[in-house]
């Protein structure tokens, strides 16, 4: 029953996608402002599809419906209420059916959003657009990635429950829905920019429209990423936030491109500049993500991520060729019209910087991406194996991220068209202060590494000009200096300043010791004295838990495990962390004691400035919510750009041949 | 021209600003150098490298499926000597001469318990012709538990104990079990990861010796 | 208080500036830190070889039995007083694949090369752009402009 209402569900979704595309294909085409409006009520039925989808997996999921396929490989009666209705997204089709959700949600907002002007064609191609990608992700769950086959259970079979990693702490379950609300949600300002090409409409007003979309977009990306470093220090045990794992740096690809579109978006409005990159950039972020999610999901690469094989590996690489070759195309046919009217002035300004923005996360991408993917080109030519670890990544990418660092710190006092270096003189002088103290007074401290200290002058660099642009804007306008895109984008850079510091300071002074414990021996690493107690064996749940305890500095006592989940064959560590201001203390047990010995092996990690990490987060995602914050009452959005008039006969060619008519730029 | 006073971007651009005629070709704006023939050469180049990235990948197996060749292979085989779990010394190199079946395993793993009666048949067969000898060593394994494995299943060929699995590391044992095939003169032939059959074994070692002598005999 | 307003203070500042931060820079880079223990020694090139079992973790992060005697068999080099590079070509049985740091040479030298070609490349145009920019000049009116006026004029 809860098969057939899923699968219902999804054709449902399938179905109203494919009405939806051709409906609006000949509504748009035959100049039929009717058939336009009916995208609004499409958008509903899609949403529809997958609302029913996603209650049926659920009820699947709550009453332990084995005869469900994905139930009976991801469900299990011993699974926690909470992390039972995350089970859905623990497995490949249930995500899938998540990010369906999640999207058929977006595509109805942007119907809403736009229902006075459905018949605008703009408005109609962004949403057809957005109905091809549901039908895609729609026609995923009918083809290769179906959560809802049936199969026959066997009498009394209680499933393994999701992969135990997944099972470990709550943020998990809140780690993919983010990530996907990331995704998902640049779908609709890359709709809209396939909407601009196509129509040839590239003034600036479907940019401001979808600006608040596109920055909540890229805070929950932002948060998803947070979330997965957390999850793999906290949970995965091996004592790193960050390994450049080929599914961690699928989902940074797009974040790089979606932070430089986010800042040279800016350029576009203000000034009608950079529209070639801002087009390439947003398509990019998306296509990314789908790469990306090939990535993940096709096998082709090794990670810690496991995800089991499937066909669907085909299936993303096509529509990721697919959405390349129509964007491609798409730029290269209206390259003409995409000229600006304006060109930037000097080098030393806000566009410039931005453009020089623009440069360095391309180049990061670039190099994340060939980082990636080296391995299997090499295999494929050279038929020889090629690993490309955290070593190359961390040697190609800290150059960049200094470089970043650096024009955080000066785009901001930099004014638009042209300034003169007395300005920046005078702008930049007590940021450059807190600079030169910064490394003055850690080298003084004892800071050593090229790399470590250029970071933390850098960081006062970048952090004092933030706080001078806040500062300066709430002596002007009182709490709302503190909201707004320019201030809360401040808070944003804080926040990244004090991440950047701490990736610094952790990958610098992180020590490592791994050593072997009789019951009651006390050593002392990093000036923590650490003494090995006893060990226990837990039952619990859905597990078999050996706990060892572990006292640090005579105090509080912590209990790293290793663990026998019913229904996975290996052992999986849990380490046990003493969280600090200053630095976190990382145990985690590598041997129990057994027969033979009662000795245990610890393995014990001084991490210096961890907790800044996730604090650093945090501020960028308050920031994300300043910049978020809607502005001082304006007068209402002006139409998306220059309206074609769709009923009338004698329309105009909306491509001439010399453009007699150019768009205000930056119009509201 | 008039700069802007403010750098806050929330205002309301100036609309103000003459925006220039779209047609006017000789201080192209910002895009590449060269105008729309650029930006057309380098979408093409663009789709070329990706064309190109998206033929690798699809043309990828899955990693699971990735077989790794040994980089030992043709390549004299390390030094495998120590104690065995019965207290006696031995080496490979006394063996030389002779076919040398070195294999890896560990009381706790499944496959190699499915392995070990093919082991026990091929040292049976072989011993009685004196052609072929199998060496087995431990790999993270302590040495009273592979006494009882071998008390308990049989078998009596030398096993070294190999505490600190130094030789597997020479050998590059990722996992249990694992079995290598030294020929006569000592070079590594065959890497077999994963529980071996004597059927295996010997046709290997049957293949070799019949491509050595047919290359003897034609020389 | 005057006097910190005065271009004349700011020049001072950004020349004392610069110094105290070269100096510290300079210190920072030469000073790093003392030799280290064969612990840490161990930690630096097990960090640089892949575990040949786990999905995606070093030799220094993972805890199977393959990680930790390649971990033993490194000390025993580096006790012998073998640089990085001979413990890691001696360690040669796992394949090149264990190796995180992919080689300077050969196929496998490309994914060093292209992103110092697509940086000098990048500078290159950016170099190039801003170059031309500065040449043309800034505003002008163009015959078009001029029209327009004339027409605008005319009208009136």
Redesign the interface.
């Known amino acids: 029953m809860n098969a057939t209402l899923g699968t219902a569900g999804v054709v449902l979704g399938v179905t109203a996608s494919v009405l939806g595309i051709v409906t609006l294909a000949v509504g748009l085409r035959q100049k039929r402002p009717q058939l336009l409006q009916t995208g609004w009520s499409y958008s509903l039925l899609v949403l529809l599809g997958a609302v029913v989808a996603v209650v049926a997996m659920q009820r699947a999921l709550i009453t332990r419906d084995f005869s469900v396929g994905f139930v009976h490989d991801n469900g299990s009666s011993r699974t926690p209420p909470l992390f039972n209705v995350a089970t859905m997204w623990s497995a490949l089709e249930g995500s899938i059916l998540l990010w369906a959700l999640i999207l058929a949600g977006f595509t109805m907002h942007v119907a809403r959003k736009f229902r006075q002007r459905l018949t605008d064609p703009l408005v109609g191609v962004a949403l057809l657009t957005m109905f091809v990608v549901c039908l895609f992700f729609f026609l995923l769950m009918l083809g290769p990635a179906n959560p809802f086959t049936t199969v026959s259970v066997p009498a009394g079979y209680d499933g393994p429950g999701p992969n135990p990693l997944l099972q470990e702490h709550i943020l998990m379950a809140i780690h993919p829905p983010m990530l996907y609300l990331g995704y998902v949600g640049f779908t609709v300002p890359f709709a809209f920019a396939i909407a601009a090409l196509a129509t040839g409409r590239l003034g600036e007003g479907w940019l401001v429209e979808t600006r608040r979309a596109t920055l909540l977009a890229w805070g929950f990306l932002t948060i998803g990423i947070l979330l997965g470093a957390w999850w793999s220090y906290e949970v995965l045990g ?3 936030y960050w ?1 450049w ?2 599914v961690e740096n699928a989902s940074l690809l797009p974040w790089l491109t979606g932070t430089a579109y986010l800042h040279s978006v ?1 350029v576009q ?9 801002n087009l390439s950039l947003l398509c990019a972020t998306f296509s990314l993500t789908i790469l990306g999610t ?1 990535l993940t999901r ?7 991520h ?1 995800f089991s ?1 499937s066909d669907i590996g ?1 299936w993303l ?1 096509s529509f ?2 697919l959405i ?2 129509v964007t ?2 798409l ?2 046919w209206r ?13 030393l300004s ?1 566009e ?1 910087s931005f ?2 923005n623009n ?1 360095l996360f ?2 990061f991408a ?2 994340v991406l ?2 990636t ?2 391995p ?7 038929d ?9 990544f961390n040697r ?1 990418t800290v150059p960049l991220g200094i470089g970043l660092l650096f024009i955080m710190a000066v785009a ?2 930099l ?4 300034a003169s270096g ?1 300005l920046l ?2 702008r930049l ?1 007590w940021p ?2 807190a ?2 103290l910064a ?2 007074v850690t ?2 401290l004892g ?4 790399g ?3 970071t933390f ?1 850098l960081g006062a660099f970048a952090g004092g000009a933030a706080v001078r ?1 806040v500062v300066l ?1 709430t002596r002007r306008q009182g709490w709302r200096g503190l909201v ?3 201030n809360g984008g401040m808070i944003v850079h804080v926040g990244v300043v004090i991440v950047a510091v701490a990736i610094a300071t952790n990958g610098h002074y992180l020590r ?2 791994e050593a072997r414990y009789e019951p009651g021996q006390t050593r002392v690493v990093g000036g923590h004295e650490i003494t090995y107690l006893r060990t226990d064996v837990v039952e619990e749940r859905n597990r078999t838990a050996t706990k060892v305890s572990v006292q640090v500095d005579g105090g509080q006592v912590y209990r790293p495990a290793l663990s026998q989940y019913a229904g996975f064959g290996s052992l999986i ?1 849990t380490p046990s962390v003493k969280t600090g201001l200053r630095e976190d203390i990382y145990l ?1 047990v ?1 041997r129990v004691p057994d027969e ?1 010995s009662d000795e245990a092996t610890l ?1 014990v990690i001084i991490q210096p400035m961890a907790l800044w990490l996730w604090i650093g987060g945090g501020v960028m995602a308050f920031g994300t919510l300043l910049a978020a914050w809607p ?1 001082r009452r ?1 007068r209402p959005t002006d139409p998306v750009s220059a309206l074609v008039p769709l009923d009338d006969a004698a329309t105009p060619d909306p491509r001439p041949a ?2 007699p008519a ?7 | 021209m008039v700069t802007p006073s403010s750098n806050d971007d929330d205002e309301v651009p100036d609309s103000s600003r003459v925006p220039r005629a779209a047609d006017t070709d000789d201080n192209g704006g910002d895009e590449p150098a060269g105008g729309p023939r650029a930006a057309l050469v380098t979408s093409a180049v663009i789709a070329v490298l990706v064309a190109l990235l998206v033929a690798v990948l699809a043309t990828r197996d899955p990693s699971t499926e990735r077989a790794i060749q040994s980089p030992l292979l043709g390549r004299l085989a390390p030094a495998t000597a120590g104690t065995t779990i019965d207290g006696e010394q031995v080496s490979i190199d006394d063996e030389r001469g002779r076919w040398v079946v070195v294999n890896f395993f560990a009381s706790w793993c499944t496959p190699c318990r499915t392995e070990h009666p093919e082991l026990a048949a091929f040292d049976a067969d072989h011993r009685a012709q004196g052609d072929a000898v199998l060496i087995g060593v431990t790999f993270d394994d302590k040495v009273e538990k592979a006494r009882e494995f071998f008390a308990k299943r049989g078998g009596d060929w030398p096993v070294i104990n190999d505490p600190e699995n130094s030789i597997g590391v020479a050998y590059g044992v990722a996992q249990v079990p694992e079995t290598f095939v030294i020929a006569p003169n000592g070079t590594v032939v065959q890497r077999f990861a994963g529980a071996v059959t004597q059927t295996k074994l010997d046709d290997l070692i049957a293949r070799y010796e019949e491509r050595t002598t047919d290359s003897r005999t034609r020389s | 208080m005057r006097l910190l307003g005065t271009p004349r203070f700011r020049r001072a500042s950004w020349l004392v500036m610069a110094s105290l931060v070269l100096v510290s820079l300079a210190r920072a880079t030469v000073d790093d830190g003392p030799p280290r223990t064969t612990e840490e020694q161990v930690q630096a090139i097990a960090s640089t070889m892949k575990c040949p079992v786990c999905k995606s973790q070093s030799v220094a992060d993972s805890d199977v039995a393959a990680s930790r005697a390649i971990r033993l068999e490194i000390a025993r080099l580096v006790e012998e007083g073998k640089s990085p590079d001979e413990v890691r070509s001696t360690i040669a049985a796992y394949g090149d694949g264990v190796q995180l740091i992919p080689p300077a040479s050969g196929f496998a030298g490309l994914v060093w090369i292209l992103p110092v070609v697509a940086l000098v490349v990048a500078l290159a145009a950016l170099s190039a752009v801003f170059a031309r920019w500065r040449r043309t000049p800034l505003i002008a009116a163009t015959d078009e402009d001029r029209a327009l006026v004339e027409q605008a004029r005319g009208h009136r």
């Open positions: 091996w004592g790193g390994g794992d080929p800016m409005e203000r000034r009608g500049m950079l529209r070639v990159w090939f096709s096998g082709v690469l090794e990670s810690v496991a094989d085909a690489l990721f060729a390349v070759a491609l195309g730029i290269g390259g003409d019209r995409l000229r600006s009217p304006g060109r930037i002035d000097s080098p806000r410039g453009l020089v440069v391309a180049g670039f190099v060939l980082g993917v080296f299997l080109v090499a295999e494929a030519i050279n020889r194996a090629v690993t490309v670890g955290p070593p190359y190609m901001p006092v004014p638009w068209r042209k007395e003189s005078q002088l450059a202060w600079a030169a490394v003055a080298v003084a800071a050593r590494g090229l470590t200290v250029l002058g642009q804007a707004g895109r320019t490592e010791v560590g985690t590598t033979a393995r502005g304006r010399a453009a150019p768009e205000p730029v930056g119009t509201r």
